[in-house]
């Protein structure tokens, strides 16, 4: 008998569409099934885990007992689709079209430009489509819960959060700082229009609506279904999974008799994780979504809450809001912690789909709610076909003892959370890497009795998420507290002796251990200071907390970001219907919304195709032995394994091969493929293959083992100027020390992704990539399969994201992938997991720096001696590019006399790392700004005097002796210094900081010189070529590639003010390698200004053969003038090429005109660090940077603030971790940290410096793609302000040097007080750490 006879039909709405499902396969998840089997494509998949948002749908659900319908967004991703009886999902596509009608939401996320590659897009608008189905004019703060569980990696947020701000009803005012003014009060939008400055990039008039009735109805077939349930037992049976969905409870518990061992699964957040990433196999799955008991809410005016196990954490704290509100808050005590803990557990996407019960009974060791329900004393209510019984919720049950715990046949029906007592208080702390949507590092539930009317502790508890392997209470520290009273003393006996009592070892999974001990008892402290708060309120007798501590205990609120945009507008004069200068929105905005746009996985199935699974090196160093295929190839649906002798011609090269070859020189080195007939098939299969290893020393992992052993890739670099020996005998002063910087990963949205497709004929091959170059995937798919360049096409349409993590790799995997084509004869789809694509595809270079720089002391710099060393991983890749690039861009803003630069590019057995927007920039010039900060400190002054001081002043040679003009640096710096307020600011944060002790603000403002484009003229030519056809519209294709910067925005921007024809008339479909060929990566900030150079010359070549016929026939029309060239026989279409910028770079004259121009800037940023727990909030940050003549400002702003984002990332909380055997542990959103939407500053401001030129580029414009990434480092200098601060306040007066990133742990570190001081320190050499720092 197939699966299928002995399953039910799943029955459930997709887009007001029934699905009847004959064959619901329970290890089918519904994004797959939207994408695969619906060719619902809008829904994205981003990493599978829940963790990023992109593939957010909405479910509704119709109760018959209230007679409502719940809608809520879900991760489709974690969602089997046989949960989904009975349900209807909505997903992008459902809510609107560019074919029907476009969704206010969606109009307004394209128009007010909260699109760039557009991935995360259709997520965005669906969560906030959701929100508005709810509630129809959302407060702000509903607004940024409902967005925290969605990744950007372009935008930076402000624009999304904007375009969902215009449905609140709350001010969208821009809060124009110091003028007191608002960008929407007539006056000022009437003084906009006859200043020079613009301040709107988007008319708000111009929006739809938001008309609720013309919202898709909830199938009244399913409010039938729900109002007649079926009552049976349904079954779904799929190839290796039975899904078992009782109607009753007294089914389910005959159910968990018969299938002890079968997961009951509700959300499926923890089950699914653990099927998908730790190959956990469960044969038989339960779920009991369907038992009311499950559902029940049951308050007890005088003992508490009793809440269904099976509610969602969402419901959750709907509960907890209400009884908070209804009960005196001395009652709720427990409600209040449990409500604090789950603002900010996961994303709403999460809290919508976990169950309590899921939550409580997978007992995860970070776990926010079970440390809260433990000291509450809550107990669960379990049933069993034995009956009912109830246990308590305490440590025994979450550290799993056996004679505390569920048996295999209970079932955890609900659970009590009693209410708290008149001198009863309870408090919850967590502190994560990011304030929302991450697992906490540690978190804690902490609760206090005293005897009636005294502080006198009757009781105590305290339990600890994050410290072990479960959750962990302190209980003989507790007890021994017993009968104190709440004062110093017993504060300073807690914290012995909690130290004492839970231990974390050195080695302990996770890493972080000194902090995260240091967070025990940081948060036992916040609960002193807290209890003794509220005994102050009960009873004035006892003593309120200083007035300086109080700042402490309020944690940063989750606010809604505002600030303004101000750029120069263009000329009055300007036709209306040309674009150029305009902020037009980008080209694919509305598809990007509606889940039109096509991205490489998004292309239909083609017959035949084949997928692709990578098995990866698991040892740094080692010789392959043997690769044993049978067991995997024995597997069903598999059709080949491919390994190196498969490559018909060149397997990469020495240095880097495509596919391992004898020797493996990383963890994550792709060995061999899988191809198989669906993705889960080659994934499984990929699991099977076993191959033997030997050991091969040396294992380099770190930069210090690199220049141990001295591995380098390439020669030296230096450059030099001045005479150092001699100025450093001159100087006051002189500072040595080194910096180290982390790596960063790219996390571009979509993953890498590669569409192969072999041709029958001629040995051609189609080729459809996510790249930032397709001529590099076509040149290195022709040598492995040794065949020549023109039979392979390559075409790129568009990449959610690139970042530089899409110019040389996609390369190496479009090959991989040809060279599978190539064997199988099918076509190969390569869509890389997020975890495979963190681990195999490298990013950001790891920096060591070691400087020595000799100052007088009044902060002038006469000489500096640097050493940079960056971990450049197994392979060359472009490491020395980047060594390069650091060297001759490291004095940023400054001239400094004498200098001396090396740097070199260590070798070593990590992924090789690759591109990363700014290309050593970001890395080179923060350490200049790290012994520029050092300096000032040790001068006494401050870092922005030194700054200013240093920098350069009038026309001037770089260190490679290129001419610049650094009038616009000092505009930018003087007017960032005005708008920000700089000054005043600096006061009023001095004297916050003298008024609040644990908490302090810092502020920082850094200079940017940054240069664009390469040493190298052929790097910048870039060609077009250009059709009219004769019903007037026309068709450009240009060698850039379009990321999301808005490059092709931009290029039919310049072919309509060519061509004098509206933007409307002119297409640009994708860019190939058989229309334009030989093209050059798109990177280094220029895309748009070669390529637009190039469809310029193109446009006005046909403008030329055009103009005679224009002139005969002035009042034609454009269609007229094309047919009319037609019939002269004159062509229609023309090439424009670029040779480039003449640019150079000599090394051994250390010298050269290196960059065609240079970009200028500032950004000033304001931060409150909380001292205790080392988590920081941005508060304000201004930017001005020169972007002269902005061919699109709203393209450019997104750039810069997009950048800035990714900057804040890299600099304050993007950490990769490697364990001591070079395995990276951070592979996907849940353990690697880019900002959400909570972590951009309260007020961002950007201005684009007005009337200047670069004559240089296209339209006098410059390329700001990379630029303000590096200004992101002026959040970590306000950080390092703000800690200068607590540190002086504790009488730590020295200098100190803080590595990149700057996350909570490190700041907590820094940041000594008695606390830190009661840590003790292991010896490092006693045991083996978890990580290792690899800069
Ligand atoms: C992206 C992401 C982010 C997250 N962030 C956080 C966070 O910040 N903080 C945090 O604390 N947690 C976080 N989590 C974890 C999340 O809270 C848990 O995974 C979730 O609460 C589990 O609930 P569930 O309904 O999905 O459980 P399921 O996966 O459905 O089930 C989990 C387990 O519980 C058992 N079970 C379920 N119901 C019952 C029952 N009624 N009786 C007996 N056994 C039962 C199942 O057998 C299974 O073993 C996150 C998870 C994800 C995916
Ligand atoms: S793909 Fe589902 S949350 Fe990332
Ligand atoms: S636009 Fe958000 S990820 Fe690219």
Known sequence: MSHSEKSDTLVFFVNGRKVIEKNADPEVNLLFYLRKKLRLTGTKYGCGGGGCGACTVMISRYDSSSKKIRHYSVTACLIPICSLFGAAVTTVEGIGSTKTRIHPVQERIAKGHGTQCGFCTPGMVMSIYTLLRNHLQPSTEQLIETLGGNLCRCTGYRPIIESGKSFSTESSCCQMKGSGKCCLDQEENESEDESDVCTKLYKEEEFLPLDPTQELIFPPELMRMAEEPVQKTLVFQGERVTWISPATLTDLLELKLQYPKAPLVMGNTFVGLDMKFKGVYHPVIISPSRILELQVVMIDANKGLTIGAGCSLAQVKEILTEMILEFPVEKTQTYQALLKQLRTLAGQQIRNMASLGGHIISRMARSDLNPVLCVG?????LASKEGIQQIPLNDHFLAGSPDANLTSEQVLVSVFIPLSRKWEFVSAFRQAQRQQNSLAIVNSGMRVHFKDGTNIIMDL??????????????????????????????LDEACRQVLDEVTIPGSASGGMVEYRRTLMISFFFKFYLEVLQKLNIRDHRYPDIPKKFQSVLEDFPLTIPHGTQTYECIDFHQPLQDPVGRPIMHQSGIKHATGEAMFCDDMPAIDEELFLAVVTSTRPHAKIISIDVSEALALPGVIDIITSQDVPAENGDEEERLYAQDEVICVGQIVCTVAADTCLHAKQAAKKVNIVYEDVEPVILTIKDAIKHKSFIGSEKKLEQGDIKEAFQTVDQIIEGEVHMGGQEHFYM??????????????????YVSSQDAALVQEKVASALGISKNRIMCHMRRAGGAFGGKLTKPALLGAVAAVAANKTGRPIRFILERGDDMLITGGRHPLLAKYRIGFMNNGKIKAADIEYYINGGCTPDESEMVIE??????????????????????????????????????????????????????????????RELNMYRTVDRTIHKQEFDPKNLIRCWDECMEKSSYYSRKEAIELFNQQNYWKKRGIAIIPMKFSVGYPKTYFHQAAALVHIYTDGSVLITHGGTELGQGLNTKMIQVASHELKIPMSDVYLSEMNTTTVPNTVGTAGSIGADVNGKAVQIACQTLMKRLEPIISKNPNGTWKEWANEAFIQSISLSATGYFRGYQTSMDWVKGEGD??????????????????????????????????????NPAIDIGQIEGAFTQGVGLYTMEELKYSPGGVLYTRGPDEYKIPSVTDISEELNVSLLTSTKNPIAIYSSKGLGESGMFLGSSVFFAIADAVTAARKERGLTQ?????????????????????????????????????????
């Open 750 to 767: 979509e993953t890498q992704s590669v569409l192969v497709i072999p041709k029958a004929e001629d040995k051609e091959m189609e080729i």
């Open 377 to 381: 004393n809550c107990i669960l209510n």
């Open 1154 to 1191: 290196v960059y065609p121009y240079f970009v200028y800037g500032a950004a000033c940023s304001e931060v409150e660090v909380d001292c205790l727990t080392g988590a920081h909030k941005n508060i304000r940050t201004d930017i001005v940077m020169d972007a002269c003549f902005s061919i």
């Open 885 to 946: 690039y650091a060297l001759l861009k490291l004095e940023n803003a400054y001239k400094i006399p004498n200098l001396r630069i090396q740097g070199r590019a260590c070798k070593t057995n990590l992924p090789s790392n690759t591109a990363f927007r700014g290309f050593g920039f970001p890395q080179g010039c923060f350490v200049t700004e790290c012994w520029i900060t050092t300096v000032a400190a040790k001068c006494n002054l401050s870092p922005e005097k030194v």
């Open 461 to 490: 508890n305290i339990s600890y998420g994050g410290v072990g392997s479960a959750t962990v209470s302190a209980n003989k520290s507790c007890q021994q507290l017993i009968g104190r009273a709440w004062n110093e003393e017993l």
């Open 1295 to 1335: 200098a100190f040097m803080m590595s990149s990133p700057a996350t909570p742990e490190l700041i907590r570190m820094i940041c000594l007080d008695k606390f830190t001081d009661l840590i003790p320190r292991e010896d490092p050499i006693s045991y083996k750490p978890w990580s290792i720092p690899v800069a």
